[in-house]
Nanobody, 127 residues
Framework: QVQPVESGGGLVQAGDSLTLTCSIS????????MGWFRQAPGKEREFVAA????????KYVASVKGRFTISRDNFKRTMYLQMNNIKSEDTAVYFC????????????????????WGQGTQVTVST
């Protein structure tokens, strides 16, 4: 059973940095493409960033490009989202998602592509 678990959220000030972590139980972590999504109050869940199974390919939504960095350590079975220069509009619940990636070199931006989801971690930005 693949179960993503997020951590690292919290209350930060605009301009601060924060690192979110997603760990997954089960086997063959490198065979899963991973993604970060977020959902702000009253809004739909949106794509934030994605990374392929081996970490060679990444994709970002335009609003976070240059500020956020997605990465993974397959030995630690962990994915990260480094968030720099955080803005008030980054306030949301952040979700980690996973799906099998047979070729280990694909990323996915559509939430419906993912089979496994974490419970989410809240990021709140004060101004």
């Amino acid at each position: 059973q693949v179960q993503p678990v997020e951590s690292g959220g919290g209350l930060v000030q605009a301009g601060d940095s924060l690192t979110l972590t997603c760990s997954i139980s089960g086997r063959d972590f490198g065979n899963y493409a991973m993604g970060w999504f977020r959902q702000a109050p009253g809004k739909e869940r949106e794509f934030v960033a994605a990374i392929s199974g081996v970490g060679s390919v990444t994709k970002y939504v335009a609003s976070v490009k240059g500020r956020f960095t997605i990465s993974r350590d397959n030995f630690k079975r962990t994915m990260y989202l480094q968030m720099n220069n955080i803005k008030s509009e980054d306030t949301a619940v952040y979700f980690c998602a996973a799906r099998p990636d047979e070729w280990r070199n694909s990323y996915f931006v559509d939430a419906t592509s993912y089979a496994y989801w974490g419970q989410g971690t809240q990021v709140t930005v004060s101004t």
